[in-house]
């Protein structure tokens, strides 16, 4: 069953042509652009790999620690919560599973689909790490006992709070993180920013299974503030990437330096 969905995709990427933005400024291939999209364009751009590098190494360090550290977040809480968690509150993980996604997941995602290119990616991700961030922390702090003695009025509270985590994760970062990689890069580099932060966000969920077993094993109320603290450093340093929203990609990469109308760089 796990192979369907692989072969899929091999099959339907034969059958997908190159973006017109690589066939211009990579290749310079008029005879593709012609083909594919109509267009009679040929402007294979010039500058060096390592001359964007050098003036983008800021941004992409940024971007891919946002990636990181929600990766390490997600799938730290994804992996244990529904037995370190749910299993205390009285459900089997299966339960405790399907009420988080199907009251909080699935419902953040579609919100986040209204919403990612209204309000933007930077206002998004930064307030949906600090609500995750808020989330945990009060969890971290109400309960630093651990779950004993739970009454129905508590156990609604937990997960509430793990729900509004959840919730604005995927409002915010479980949305917009995989975006930065592609939007804020030109486009003879847009390949290997997109292939780093992945990379960077794949090592996060990678640690997550080792550091998150040890911190449940210390405590909850230590793991959710540790959550915490790497959710807010989260939000932090995504104040200070730029909003790549209803903006041009050559514009916000800095690809163009002329100037933008209706959201076209000129």
């Known amino acids: 069953m796990g192979a369907i969905p692989a072969l899929s995709v091999l099959l339907a990427r034969r059958r997908l042509p190159e973006t017109p933005r690589f066939l211009a400024l990579l290749k310079g291939d008029k005879e593709a652009m012609k083909r594919d999209y109509g267009l009679e364009v040929s402007i294979a751009d010039g500058t ?17 620690l946002t990636w990181f550290l929600f990766d390490v977040i997600a799938y730290g809480l994804g992996f244990f919560s529904p037995t370190e968690i ?70 609604i509270i937990a997960l509430s709070l793990l729900g509004m985590e959840n919730f604005f994760s995927q ?41 998150y077993a040890y911190l449940f094993s210390v405590g ?16 932090l340093i995504t104040l200070n990437l730029r909003e790549p929203a209803k903006r041009s990609l050559e514009v916000i990469s800095e690809e163009s330096r002329g100037e933008e109308k209706n959201g076209v760089s000129s």
């Not at 060096?48 to 891919?64: A, D, E, G, Q």
């Not at 405790?96 to 290119?117: C, E, N, R």
């Not at 995989?178 to 780093?196: A, D, N, S, Y």
């Not at 909850?220 to 939000?235: C, D, G, K």
């Open 171 to 211: 409002i915010g970062p479980g949305t917009a993180v995989g975006f930065w990689g592609v939007e804020l890069f030109p486009t003879k580099i847009r390949g290997l920013t997109q292939m780093i932060t992945v990379i960077a966000g794949r090592s996060g969920a990678i640690l997550s299974a080792f550091l």
């Open 86 to 155: 749910g299993e205390t509150l009285g459900f089997t993980p299966p339960e405790f599973s399907a009420i988080m996604y199907a009251s909080f997941t699935i419902p953040g995602a579609l919100v986040a689909m209204y919403l990612v290119d209204r309000t933007g990616r930077r206002i998004n991700q930064t307030l949906g790490f600090a609500i995750m961030g808020a989330s945990a922390l009060v969890l971290g702090t109400l309960f630093n006992e651990g779950f004993k003695s739970l009454d129905l009025t508590m156990v």
């Open 220 to 235: 909850l109320s230590v793991t959710m503030i540790f959550t915490a603290i790497l959710s807010f450093i989260a939000a």
């Open 48 to 64: 060096p790999i390592s001359t964007y590098m050098k003036r983008m190494m800021k941004m992409l360090v940024l971007t891919s």
